[in-house]
């Protein structure tokens, strides 16, 4: 098998705010070798990135946990993470540099995207968001570049491959099944899908993207590059339809999940957000397993949510603001995120893959969109990461920042661990060049 | 710019014969002409593609294909932007996901289409076979020219008639290899964006225009929210939408057809943020009379108001803020407390004269969408007043506010005393001063609109100042906003952002102007102020592509 060109979609200095991307070893062949701790064509087995979002912050004490290095305690806020010691680490004193201005905004996009917020406007990320770097870098070795999915019913998440250029979450674990497990999934074991519409369809699509490149020449400058994500996505869904053709991959640990049945719907004007979140680790978890994508985000709440958690006496983003200290029932709520989350890590550690799990195989980044919500304030990031992304990270350690380190570091040091190997990460006061040495391995 | 400068004076004369007719409840006393306003500068609004949103879409499936086609509901979502779908459809891209729902919808549609029953809508001739490349031409001519609202190239036409023709030879059927060249009509960027390249303007060097079909477009997504009608298709193709009176003509047409009222619906859905009202979210426990069918039965009450102001009344605008008149289910009729005038569905009531409703601001729509979950918000209220329907433009809370207020207490028992230092606190009073006073005079509507007159026993005190206007209860208020100089140039301005899916450049505030001035002059008539934008240079003449 010819080892795969850069995908074209790396080259869009446009869509990735410049950063030189290039791709590490190709994971083609998925047969494990003897001893399962590698692919028989010698490769590892893939690495895969992850993103556990939730909206609205932590609270001002609390989150950081006691203790250094191998030697930590789970703070209260992270007590619900306490039986996933070892395979977390947290990052503690880290600061965000590009700018405080829009809150529950420009923390994430300091994080994620290594910059402010787009000017114009302030909904939009300037410059793609790690998962997206990732993804240009690895995501055409699957099925799907990337899956994003929401648990709070929404249209909008933080992904972004560059300005205005968002992927909307999938909200219904029942479409997401429908999408990775019903429509056009092949087991593995069996032989490649053999309908003579695939081609057909395929061809379609290239009409389609002569279509889109005859009319991008007529086209002013922004809406060109509009047209340039358009591609994009005529190319991933090619190349989608290419792989139903080929073998399918062949791995011990894939198993086409149960069908979810119905989405859980509100009770009493509640949404069931603990029953969707279940349901959706099911599904992501076997989606990875199964080498059908390799870089996913979850967003449990949207910056801002209001949400009514299930015992709450008012929406989440108003207790934030309006509860006085010690915030008892802001303190409930993370609590009953960071339960999710961890049933959510569970799900992938009781995956095995060659002599690991699926857990130690990815890194998992849990985040918020503040670090102290009734302040908004960027400080003291909450910063956890789960698994190892194959022993390219430490696990199981506290890092703590003394002197405000930049998140960016983090984000590079991710994206690095990924195979990614990327000059800098984020632009002006959020950029670096330098990882996070604390938390890589070697 | 003789002839696009000449439209001011006899527009709104022709035009008040015209809607008057239809009035049924004014008597207008005739109209003098106003004094001549400031002419609307030969300046064209911001040029560039949009792509459909998910109403568009389906509307023009229906539209184009028949109303009996089932569309998948999974679809890209729309992002609006400045608080406008239109808008955000001039910058938003298409995600990978989104490209894989319009594949799987194209093919869900095509096949619908060409169904046994239902193909003789789109073939008008027989197949001699598994290929008959005339007669997948001919359709695919007058399909296309409907989907990607401009004829199709020959070399266009060629290559759908080889990709249908390849589909049938390999799965042995005309009718599907039918459904690939209709799927690929579905799924390319000629029907997913409206597209605009404009062309140089004979009637104006120097400057650029929208073609003939391009203004086909433009009229009717700003008129209809939906794709041209065969009519407005041959106006089109005849030439006559880059003249003055072709142009007029089509737009008088369409702000004369019941599918206007559907795009009049979409666009104060939009300019009030009213779809959210799909995913109210309140304590049932809280608010007894709270259901899931309150947020879409509220939106439809103010809906229909806007409709029957626009198309029925032809009333002043500014009157939707005071009229006692309204529309409600048994539902709404018993959170408001008034007899139901149906025992099913809507129909038209008025609120007594004594009663704290009116117009809009008395709408459950306005009360319950801007408040949280479990209480009523002087804040987000206030903010909902002076931001979307006066303009005015406030700032972000500074990062690291204290925002925490006060619990209740036999002390601060109402809202307006637990605010108090947001309005003390110089930090928080420079913004929370434009709103939080508006806000409080809606104070006897909770979380969910319904009336009260106290709070935990204690009497609420509606009064307030509106820009130096005293009031002392909601109707005074609404009266305030009623009379406020920025209620009628803010709404101008947020029509004109709609129309043209851009926000306004600072030299277009000259166009916003000289908009306004015939607004006024029409008595604040809204169909006026559509026709008078569609005929407008901002609305015709275009710039090079963005």
Known sequence: ?442 | MKHLTSSRHPWWSALLIGLLACSSEKTEPSPTPPPPGPELPALAAQTGAQRLSVTQYRRSIHAILGDDIVIPTALEPDQPQSGFVAVGASYSTISARGIEQYEKAAYTIARQALAPERRARLLSCTPAGVTDDACARSAFQALGRKLWRRPLAQDELDRLVALSTKAATTLGDFHEGLQFGIAALLQSPAFLYRTAEGEPDPNNPGLRRYTSYEMASRLSFFLWNKTPDDELLDAAQAGVLVEESGLRQQAERLLASPLAREGARNFFSEYLGLNELDQLSKDPVLFTYFSTEVGPAAREETLRLFEHFVFDADADYRDLLTTRTTFVNPKLASMYGIPAPNLQGFGRTEHPEDSPRRGILGHISTLALHSHPVSSSATLRGRFLRSRLLCFKIPDPPVNANTALPEPSPELPTLRQRLYSHLTDPACSICHLSMDPLGLALEQFDGIGRFRRRENGVNIDPSGDLDGVPFQDVQGLATAMHDHPDLTPCFVRNLYRYATAYPETKEEQKTLEALHHEFRASGYKVRSLMLALALSPAFRLSQEPR
């Open chain 1, 1 to 442: 098998m010819a080892i795969r060109m850069l995908p074209r979609r790396t080259l869009l200095r446009g869509l990735l705010g410049g950063a030189a991307v290039s791709l590490g070893l190709p994971l083609l062949d998925m047969h494990l070798n003897n001893n399962g701790t590698a692919l028989a064509s010698g490769s590892p087995l893939p690495r895969r990135f992850g993103l556990f979002f939730w909206g609205n912050g932590v609270l001002e004490t609390g989150w950081t946990p006691e203790g250094d290095g191998k030697d930590w305690k789970p703070s209260k806020v992270l007590a619900p993470l306490a039986d996933l010691h070892d395979e977390i680490t947290v990052v503690s004193g880290m600061k965000v540099y590009t700018g405080n201005t829009v809150p529950h905004g420009s923390g994430p996009a300091g994080l994620l995207s290594g910059a402010s917020l787009l000017k114009e406007d302030t909904d939009s990320f300037a410059a793609a968001s790690l998962d997206q770097i990732i993804a240009s870098a690895i995501g055409g070795e699957t099925r799907f570049r990337s899956l994003e999915v929401g648990i709070q019913k929404t249209d909008k998440c933080m992904s972004f491959n560059g300005p205005y250029s968002m992927n909307p979450p999938e909200c219904s674990p029942r479409a997401l099944y429908e999408r990775l497990f019903v429509d056009g999934f092949v087991a593995p074991g069996s032989g490649p899908k053999i309908d003579p519409r695939l081609a057909l369809r395929r061809s379609i699509l290239d009409a389609v993207s002569d279509d889109a490149k005859r009319l991008q020449g007529r086209l002013g400058a922004a809406d060109k590059i509009r047209l340039e994500q358009h591609f994009e996505g005529l190319r991933s869904l090619e190349l989608q339809l290419k792989k139903l053709e080929e073998n399918p991959p062949n791995l011990a640990a894939c198993k086409a999940p149960a069908d979810p049945g119905e989405d859980p719907g509100d009770i009493e004007g509640r949404p069931q957000l603990a029953a969707t979140c279940r349901a959706m680790g099911k599904l992501l978890a076997m989606a990875l397993a199964c080498d059908q994508t390799r870089v996913f985000s979850l967003w449990f709440s949207r910056p801002v949510s209001n949400l009514l958690y299930p015992t709450a006496s008012a929406g989440h983003h108003q207790l934030t603001h309006d509860e006085a200290d010690p915030q008892p029932q802001v303190f409930e709520i993370l609590q009953y995120i960071l339960g999710e989350l961890n049933l959510f890590l569970k799900e992938f550690a009781a995956i095995q893959e060659g002599d690991g799990t699926l857990l130690d195989h990815s890194a998992i980044l849990c985040t918020t969109d503040c670090s102290y919500a009734r302040a908004h304030s960027v400080e003291n990031y909450p910063i956890l990461i789960a698994g190892s992304a194959g022993g390219a990270l430490r696990k199981g350690i506290h890092y703590r920042s003394v002197s405000n380190e930049n998140t960016s570091k983090v984000s590079l040091s991710l994206a690095r661990a990924m195979g990614v190997n990327l000059a800098s990460f984020g632009k002006d006061a959020g950029m670096v060049t330098d990882g996070l040495g604390a938390i890589e391995v070697g």
